[in-house]
Structures are given as C-alpha cells and as structure tokens.
C-alpha cells in the first residue's frame, strides 16, 4: 500500500465560531485560534480543518459564502488568515479549508446578477425551473424543511436549494461555472493551503429533468436524494477538477457525501482513478436514526455499527482510504452517543477514541472531543441557533401540531447545536471563550469540563488522545495494518485485529456498562507482547493475558504476533 501524510496524519476540526473569541463580541475568531495553536501542537495533531471563514452572511453558520475570496468580518480578515496559515506552517501543521461549491450564499455576486433576467450572463450559474402546475418545479424537500424550491418574482421562477432558501444551488452541468470555481480553488491553493474538505460534494451532478420523487404517503414534499447524491455526472466531475487543480499539488481531499456507501467510496477514493483521497460517509451516523429520518430515534445496535464499520474497512482495503469520525459539528457529540456522558464519561470517551484510531484510515478530531465535551439540553427553543433545528421546530411545533417537548427531546439527542456550544476552556465565565456574550450559551459543565484542567489532570481524555496520536507516530501498524473483525456477534465487546508484516495488534473495546468477559476465539492465534494503552490501571500480570474481564466501556490495545 502506498504511503502518504495524509495517511499518518491525526485531523483536527475547527468550527470557528464556537473555538475561541479572541476580541469580546462573543464569536470565535482567526486571532482566537492563533492564540490556541501552541494547544493543538502540544495534543500532537498533524491538520487542522477549518470550517469556513469565507464572507457569509450566516444563515447557515458560514456554509452560505458571499466572497469565497475574503474573510468574514466577526472572524477577522484576510492578513489575519494570512498570519494563521503562517503561524501553522511554523509549527509544521497544515491547514485544510473547506469548499463549499454545491452552493452559494443568496447574497454572493453571481446570484445577485443570475436574479436579475432570464437572459442574464450568470443566470445559468444556478438551477432555475418555471413552476409545474401553478406549485414548485416537483416535489423535492430541503434538508432544512419545506420545499427545495424558491419562487423568485422577478423573473417569475423558481430556484433550486438544496439546503436554505439562501443557499441557492450552483450549476455544475455549466463549465463557465466549473472554471470559476477551479480558479477560485487554485487561488487558495496558490496561498499554500495543503488541501480541501469539500462540503456535500457528491451533490453536485442532478439527475437531467431533476423528476419528481416517489411519494407513496402524499407529503407536500420528500427526499430526492436519489436524483442528486452520487448523480450521473459526478465522478467526470471530480475527474476533471482534480486534473486541472488538485493533481498540481501536494495535498489532501475529503469528501463530505452523503449517502455513499463503500462501494462508491472505491470510485471516489482509488488512487489511479484521480478523483479525491477520503470520503465521509454518514452511514454510521445513520444508526441510530428511523425510517423517517435523523429525527426520528432509534436505540444504537453495537452489532449494526460493527457490520457497517468492517464493511467499510474491508471494502476500502488496499484500493482506497477511510476517513474516522465520530462526530463533527453536525452531529451529537460522541461521548453522549455511543458512551455515557454522566458515570462513565472518561472511561467511555477514552474508550470511543481507541476505538476509532486503532481502525485503519485517517482519524479526525472534532473541537472539544479531545476534552469529553458533551451534549447540551437547553430548556428553551429560544436558546438554540442553529437553522436545521429552527426550521424543523417551526415546521413541527409551531406550523404542526407535534408535541414541543417530544420534539425538543429530539433536538436534544441529535440537534447540531449540541457540537456549537463554545469551547471550555476554562472554568470562568462561559467556560473562558469569551469575555463578552457568546452567540451561543455554553454548556453549563463547564465548571468541571474544560481544558484547563484536563491540561492538569494526567489522566485526563485530553493526555489520553495525546498519547494516541503519539502511538500513531511509532507504529506504522496503527496506519497501514489490515483490518480483521473478531467476535463478531458479540453485543457488548467490538474487537478487532490489525496486521502488517509480521506484527498484530489486538484492539478490545467494552462498548457497554457491564462487566464482560473477553475470550480469545479459538481459531485465532495471537501472542501479546505489550500492552500499547487501556483507559484503566492494570496490575503487570494482566498485561499478558489474552481472556480476561472487561470493566466498564475498558478497552486495551495489545501488541504482539
Ligand atoms: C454540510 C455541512 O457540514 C453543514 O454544516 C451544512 O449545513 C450543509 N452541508 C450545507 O452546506
């Protein structure tokens, strides 16, 4: 398998807004994360992924560009960006932005001009349709609730939004618009960026005639992803953009893709084919989730998570390359997912992260992770910000007629909020982010989550994922060794092994609150030979020993041969 360092590398998500405010009007800030970089050096993280800094009026949080070549103003400007990129370099970092090109921001020039006549230049650098039938072009629903489609008066039509009315979708299918935004792409790269996570970037090819789709229950509108994930055009698309960009460059992609699965993830992903080098996939991410969507709750099953992961480490297996997430700011924190956030929030946060980075692929950290951040239930609606939730909550309680408290339970356990709160940095005011009013409140463990004293504590999460990423630097097994699922029907423990050359590694993880005991399958032969780390204190003796009982969400990591 080829090496690479983007490989060996451990990723670390900045979501700017909620990171570190670094002038008092309560909104994180380029010069906050400056201030925090001597922090990420120290945790040991190779690439720090920002979410976007791009001008942006916000409706969504950033992911609704105006400029793609500026700064927004909460956040600084573009010397500031400057001094960020250098003072990372300095560190011998790197920085990875984020694309976002299915869409624009309403307020972005190309849209102000495509608005404006049928017969306007940029007019075709977005998706506009004439109504069907007096109603939306058909009957697609947005991610952030209601239709996909926005009527426009002036020219008596609608367009296309995947997400927020102001987040009109870009027109992939017109090559002007393509050249544009490889020009814009090679501007940042030209600045010395080492690569790109490309927002819902399998989104970008529709399916011609854009169909309506199947609609069996008769809802005002349904989920057309059928029609634009993965869509006819997609990979011509990537291919091209990588032969005129990416390819000049030594760097690295993820695509952000919904509704991939692991056979799509090959093409996305195989080096020969010149398209990307990881995707995030959300499948995952969709187990605890209902026929009707994220909303609608459904208990975690460790034996769906060991089936859906395996798929995907034996899939992608020397042909492409997985990306490892847990969490991200859209989604719950992890700690409060799939541990416990209350008794056993250090084991089980110790426990999730071994788990993840001993698996074969890049691992990501998202913002607090690294602390045990945890979700947040605040009592009010008032209190939230994020669009998805308002949105959903307007739709259902305020226009439906839902029970409120069902749905804020729902907000509760899935909510992206959960991951916007701000950092905790220290136990003063609003966890020490900020010395003004946070734009949003911060979750009130701040007194006993913060980084302060996990800096203090030695067996703290925080040293726990140092010493990850450290295991990672001095065992190329932890990078390159192929994946084997064990025990794999057991409920409680997720065990596997890693090979490479003519080491092991035995990765054991208690997934569950009860003691259980771990017995090593008869046919599989492995001799320990070190205990690489485990999330409890074990007697010398222990180190040895390939049966033995797991204590609450223990994990241990053994190798030998
Ligand atoms: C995915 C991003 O991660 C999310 O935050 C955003 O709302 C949508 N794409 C739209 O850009």
């Given at each position: 398998m080829e090496k690479s360092w983007w490989k060996e590398s451990v990723i670390y998500q900045i979501y700017p807004r909620s990171f570190k405010d670094s002038n008092g009007d309560g909104i994180g800030d380029i010069k906050g994360i400056i201030?925090?970089?001597?922090?990420?050096?120290?945790?040991?993280?190779?690439?720090?992924?920002l979410s976007p800094v791009y001008k942006s009026p916000n409706d969504d949080n950033g992911y609704d560009i105006s400029n793609y070549q500026d700064v927004m103003d909460e956040f600084g400007n573009l010397e500031d960006w400057d001094q960020l990129l250098h003072e990372i370099h300095s560190r011998s970092m790197k920085l990875i932005m984020d694309l976002v090109v299915n869409h624009s921001s309403d307020e972005h020039a190309w849209f102000e001009e495509s608005r404006k006549s049928k017969d306007n230049p940029y007019r075709?650098?977005?998706?506009?349709?004439?109504?069907?039938?007096?109603?939306?072009?058909n009957n697609w629903e947005s991610a952030f609730s209601g239709s996909a489609w926005q009527y426009d008066e002036n020219t008596d039509e609608y367009y296309l939004h995947l997400f927020s009315k102001k987040q009109p979708d870009l027109n992939w299918e017109?090559?002007?618009?393509?050249?544009?935004?490889?020009?814009m792409m090679a501007w940042w790269l030209d600045k010395g960026i080492d690569g790109f996570r490309m927002d819902v970037i399998n989104f970008i090819s529709k399916v011609p005639g854009l169909p309506d789709a199947a609609n069996p229950?008769?809802?005002?509108?349904?989920?057309?992803?059928?029609?634009?994930?993965?869509?006819?055009?997609?990979?011509?698309?990537?291919?091209e953009m990588n032969k005129e960009v990416l390819s000049k460059y030594d760097i690295m992609t993820v695509g952000e893709m919904p509704g991939v699965d692991a056979e799509e993830a090959k093409l996305y992903t195989e080096q020969n084919r010149g398209e990307l080098n990881m995707v995030f996939t959300f499948e995952h991410m969709d187990l605890d989730s209902g026929p009707n969507g994220k909303w609608d709750l459904k208990p975690f099953n460790l034996l769906d998570l060991k089936e859906n992961i395996t798929k995907w480490q034996t899939g992608l297996q020397g042909v492409g390359w997985n990306s490892l997430y847990l969490n991200n700011h859209d989604q719950p924190r992890m700690v409060s997912r799939f541990g416990n956030d209350q008794e056993y929030r250090i084991?089980?946060?110790?426990?999730?992260?071994?788990?993840?980075?001993?698996?074969?692929?890049?691992?990501?950290?998202?913002?607090?992770?690294?602390?045990?951040?945890?979700n947040v239930c605040f009592d009010t609606i008032d209190e939230y910000r994020d669009i998805e939730i308002l949105n959903m909550y307007k739709e259902k309680v305020i226009d439906g007629n839902m029970d409120q408290n069902k749905v804020l339970?729902?907000?509760?356990?899935?909510?992206?909020?959960?991951?916007?709160t701000p950092i905790q940095w220290d136990d003063t005011d609003h966890g020490g982010f900020?010395?003004?009013?946070?734009?949003?409140?911060a979750n009130p463990n701040y007194k006993q989550i913060n980084a302060k004293q996990a800096i203090q504590d030695p067996n703290s999460i925080y040293h726990y994922y140092r010493k990850l990423i450290r295991l990672r630097k001095e065992n190329e097994i932890i990078v390159y060794g192929e994946y084997e699922l064990i025990l794999a029907e057991h409920e409680q423990i997720f065990a596997y092994t890693r090979s490479y050359h003519d080491e092991k590694l035995l990765i054991v993880t208690n997934f569950s609150e009860e003691q259980v005991e771990f017995v090593m399958p008869k046919d599989y032969t492995f001799t320990p030979n070190e205990l690489l780390i485990s999330n409890y204190v074990l007697e010398e003796t222990e180190a040895k020993r390939t049966s033995f009982t797991l204590r609450p969400y223990e994990t241990r990591v053994y190798k030998g041969y």
């Open positions: 201030e925090k970089l001597d922090y990420l050096k120290k945790l040991g993280v190779d690439v720090i992924w075709d650098y977005y998706i506009w349709r004439p109504g069907k039938d007096g109603k939306e072009p017109n090559p002007t618009l393509r050249n544009e935004v490889y020009k229950e008769e809802k005002a509108y349904v989920g057309g992803g059928q029609y634009y994930m993965n869509g006819p055009r997609i990979h011509e698309f990537l291919q084991e089980s946060a110790k426990m999730l992260a071994t788990f993840l980075h001993m698996l074969q692929g890049t691992p990501y950290i998202y913002q607090g992770e690294e602390i045990g951040m945890t339970e729902s907000i509760y356990v899935k909510g992206r909020d959960n991951a916007r900020t010395s003004g009013q946070p734009w949003i409140k």
